[in-house]
């Protein structure tokens, strides 16, 4: 049948006042440029608009991350975004060798606009130094191959990019996996962290970004990051954990580490653990972070350690625990050229989604 030019512009205005308002996938897009989240229902061929890991490391700004005792929890978020005055693009969360891979976290990150930075600790749930059932040889030799293969797959099965940080602050003593410890020995740091990698890699994993993140060698048995670092082609990002315990301002803390750092690769460097205990320090320590991030376009971001003694941490590092640093926080976020939130605008569905 053949229509005429204005009964098909007609039919098209009718069309339209009926569906415009809603992309294909039935998400409301809202004004240009802002963000709705995705209501978790059904839908059809929905598209999304997830970053490669290569972009998630040449990042438009810096990221702003965050941990808190429940991350990622949207509660929990919100009520940071409210402190701060800006929305996290990083949420860390902390997971021992217990635990099978939690795929609803790193979807839950994502639904909250920030990336999933998981710190995978290898030990049990325990607080004890000693651990020899998790010692590094054990991992090196391949003894938990099958949980390490299973926790690569169900990464990959996720099918969205997640930060693992694996084994921190490794050049401590404070921690199972350090070599001080569990009947480690020198050199067995490196081997284990590259086996591991290798069962990622012989699983063709290709959504994770592996963090390497020592402590400042300030606090540590020996005062360079050189004898704990797999190599460039076991590391995507390079972390430094960094805490203000009484120092006037951050690059007291930080500079010595970074130096060893730039030595060492070319590779972005995250701050990936940090705050300042509280004390009259506190509001310059915090408010000199960000200026020391001005001075250094090789970091990427920060994430703040936003945890209270009651809830684990040695000291109460929150930004909010004193007026005058969470107002030092604030004015130096907003001083900063954020990473554009959200990260990503449109999920995936989950596999288990139905109508």
């Known amino acids: 049948m053949r229509t005429t030019r204005a009964a098909l512009l007609a039919l098209l205005l009718v069309l339209c006042a009926a569906g415009c308002g809603e992309s294909a996938d039935g998400v409301g897009r809202g004004a240009p440029g802002s963000w709705v989240r995705p209501t978790g229902r059904a839908s059809a061929a929905p598209t999304p608009n997830v970053p490669t890991t290569t972009q998630l490391l040449n990042p438009d700004g810096d990221y702003f991350g965050v941990s808190t005792v429940g991350s990622p929890q949207p509660q929990e978020t919100a009520s940071v975004v409210a402190a701060a005055g800006q929305h ?44 020899p059932e998790y010692a590094l040889k054990r991992i090196a030799n391949g003894s938990f191959d099958s949980y390490i293969t299973q926790y690569a797959l169900a990464v990959k099965a996720v099918g969205l990019p997640v930060i693992i940080r694996f084994a921190h602050e490794m050049n401590g003593n404070w921690y199972p996996w350090s070599e001080q410890n569990s009947g480690n020995a020198p ?34 048995p020996e005062q360079s990051v050189e004898p704990y670092f797999p190599g460039v082609d076991y590391v995507d990002m390079v972390g430094v954990d960094a805490y203000g315990f009484g120092e006037k301002t951050a690059g ?40 020391w991030l001005h001075r250094h376009p090789q970091v990427i971001g920060f994430v703040w350690f936003q945890h209270s003694v009651a809830e684990g941490a040695w000291h109460d590092y929150r930004f909010t625990v004193d007026p005058a640093t969470q107002t030092a926080f604030r004015s130096g976020l907003a001083g900063l050229t954020l990473r554009r939130w959200p990260v990503a605008s449109v999920l995936p569905p989950s596999p288990t989604a139905s109508g």
Do not use: M
């Open 88 to 131: 996290p693009t990083i949420l860390e969360y902390f997971r021992n060798w217990t635990e099978p891979f939690d795929p609803d976290a790193v979807r839950e990150s994502w639904d909250e606009g920030a990336v999933p930075l998981l710190t995978w600790e290898p030990a049990s749930q325990s607080k004890a130094t000693d651990q």
């Open 187 to 220: 050199g067995d740091f490196v081997k284990a962290w590259r086996h591991a990698h290798d069962v990622f890699a012989n699983a063709g994993v290709t959504n994770a970004i592996w963090l390497w993140s020592p402590n400042t060698v300030r606090g540590t």
């Open 252 to 291: 007291e803390v930080l500079d010595p580490t970074v130096v060893q750092l730039l030595q060492l690769t070319r590779k972005p460097i995250l701050i990936a653990e940090t705050g300042a205990q509280p004390g009259a320090e506190q509001p310059g320590w915090t408010a000199s972070l960000f200026s």
